[in-house]
């Protein structure tokens, strides 16, 4: 695990090429570049706004912003593990022909996620000032939630990575699973308007409690329970853990599957 | 030891020839169950020992399949050898029959920053020698130009003009100059010739006999994976020509 980190000391231009030439190609020909990573939780604000703030009349207290934290925390979830899932299927070309240790491409994806996470951060800023919300300073724990956050989506994405070599068709099952975790995940609906026994299950989830996290320290001024902050750190490191090993067994022999 | 660039010692390798290859879930959970045998293993390098010295040029030859791009591969560390040590010294650069890993949706100059970063020198290094980069691989028009739009010969210049402004301990060229016109094959001789003074070395793979005879100063035939031969270049070819002859008949 320490192996990890040196390894990303040593290889930052790696990295950083790697995560700006990532969000290069994911904007390239388009009119609007850049922007799209704000358009995008933007539009799907509107989306769940309209439809749970007029059509189902949920009663959340600031509703937009209570939407638009969660929506950009899974997206920083979803957006690190697609892109880390095809990230060395893309670059069959480059593996083929230069040595660099398999660990980067996954590694930077999460950097990749992490400049889109700030952008949209600071569209979720534009809000709060514009609906006069303001946040008590518990919202600087949002640092320790995204660091926690972005060991999650590392160590799944080191496991998705060499995965979508050996199986191609984890990327469709990893979209379902994304899929069906936005609705399970309470990010337009208030987790205590489920039944119990659903959420004794859906607790056991830790972007469910990152997201609840979000919710705590940006609109309620609360920190999370004890509880609840030792099981996300000790079950993102346990996920940590098993993307490594899963990333180790496979990583030797990934080239020839290219 | 300090005068070699590269040992080899009992290299084999193995590869898996896949019947039907299981690239997805399904068929791995539906192949188990039925547990037959879906691969068969092909030695692909056999034993493998050479050296090649400081300000030595190494050629190689064989037929297709021989093994020559797996050794090369080996080489550069991008295959991992089942049995037996490699040892380089310094950086290592192939440049193999497909360009440097370049992008196609990136730019003849961010492709050279992106590959030189990889192969390890410094943002800085590649600032002040980007132009001579360019100017060699005679690409001024095209510098910013995505790579999908180039022509195999315009990328194969680039990627050896990159390789070389590197200025690795060892470059592995394969079917490198082949691709090029005359006056570019006269650079990369030229190129090559400074190389070997300044006490670098050069692995060549080629199905040229003249330019091994013309540019090595030993070179080796791989037949099916070993060493058939190793030595005098002119020894090499003649042995490597007979033997293409009889397979003819």
Redesign the interface.
Known sequence: MVGIREEMWKNR??LF?FAT?DL??RY?NSVLGVLWSILEPLLMLAVLFFVFSSMFKFEIENFPIYLLSGIITYNFFKNGTTIALSSLSN?S????????PRSIPAISSCFTAGIMLIVELAVLGCFMAYFQFTPSLTILYLIPIYVLAFVLVLGVSLGLSVLNV?????EF?WGIVLHAGFFLTPIFYRFDMLPEEIRNILQLSPIVQIVEMVHHVTLYGTLPTLNSILYSVGSVFAILGIGYLIFRRYQ??I??EL | MSENSINVKNLSKK??LYHEKR????E?ITGSINRKPHYETLQVLDDISFNVKKGESFGIVGRNGSGKTTLL?IL?????PDSGSIETNGIVV?V?A??????P??TAI?NI???S???GI??KQIKEKIDDIIKFAELEKFADTKLKNFSSGMQMRLAFATAVQVDPAVLLLDEVIAVGDVNFQKKCLAVMQDFKKRGKSIVLVSHSSTSIKELCDRAMFLKDGSIEIIGNPDHVINSYENYMSKLEK
């Open positions: 231009g790696i090429n030439t290069k190609i390239k670059r070309s480059l593996i083929t022909q230069i040595y660099f050996k199986f191609r068709d984890i099952i030797a022999r080239v020839e | 590869f898996r690239t997805t879930l399904y791995s591969r550069s560390h991008i295959y991992q192939p193999l497909l360009g440097l890993g370049f992008h949706d990136l961010t920053y992106q590959s970063i990889l192969l410094s943002k």
